[in-house]
């Protein structure tokens, strides 16, 4: 019984490792790429990792692997986030059917400044009245 | 066929595949934040197929690697993401 559950959280581990390793290749643009590593990837090995709890059986064991998990999960968001951000700043390009670009004209290339738009030109002003 | 066959015969060799497609992609990249997101899959594939291993030699010192493997992943991906981000501003 035991091994019929260790396969077939095994096998959807693989299957999700298996999308992102496709997804990876396949995606056309650096961001969607980072989407596929986060999403798709921890849930593959999560649930890996989690067979190997389930076959063990053991409460020293199954800690070390949700200390592994958690960890896991903690860090691809902020992973994540600092990929996204450095390939904004190094200037790679979003794919060409992106409705959205919410950093458009908010960031400056030469000054490397983020701003809100026209809020910060008003915000300068009244900084000029006030001094 | 047992346990340990299937995960021999049918899991390992799927998860070397996507480690190859990855690397693809680790060739390929065009921009280096593409390289470094690869590196990154490459290493989460490493943690399940060192769980997977610790299964099949009963073995589960290995799961501690995986913890450091894992801390090295993320180390190093701040890393990169950090000093990148400095160059090109310094550019």
């Known amino acids: 019984m035991t091994d019929i559950i260790i396969i077939i959280v095994s096998i959807l581990g693989t299957i999700f490792a298996m999308l992102a390793a496709i997804g990876l290749i396949r995606m056309p643009d650096t961001y ?14 999560g649930l890996l990792l989690a067979a190997a709890a389930i076959y063990f059986g053991d409460i020293a064991i199954s800690s ?29 390009e979003l794919y060409e059917k992106t409705k959205i670009d919410d950093l458009k004209g908010k960031y400056n290339k030469k000054t490397h400044e983020l701003s809100s738009g026209e809020e910060s030109e008003d915000s300068d002003g009244e900084d000029k009245k006030h001094s | 066929m047992n346990l340990y066959d299937f995960l021999y015969y049918v899991i390992l060799p799927l998860l070397s595949l996507a480690m190859v497609f990855v690397f693809i992609r680790f060739v390929k990249g065009p921009s280096i934040v593409d390289r470094v997101i690869a590196l990154d ?14 299964i099949i030699n009963n073995q589960p010192n290995f799961l501690d690697i995986a913890l450091i493997l894992a801390l ?9 993401t950090y000093y990148l981000e400095k160059r090109d501003k310094d550019d």
Do not use: D, Q, W
């Not at chain 2, 899959?41 to 610790?54: E, F, K, N, P």
């Open chain 1, 64 to 92: 070390r692997v949700l200390a592994i998990i958690i960890f896991i999960f903690l860090t691809a968001p902020i992973g994540g986030h600092l990929l996204g951000r450095t390939g904004y700043i190094s200037g790679n």
């Open chain 2, 41 to 54: 899959l490459i290493v989460t594939i490493g943690i399940g197929i060192i769980s997977i291993y610790s």
């Open chain 2, 72 to 80: 090295i992943a993320f180390l190093g991906t701040v890393a990169f």
């Open chain 1, 32 to 45: 969607l790429r980072i989407s596929v590593n986060t999403k798709a990837a921890t849930l593959g090995v």
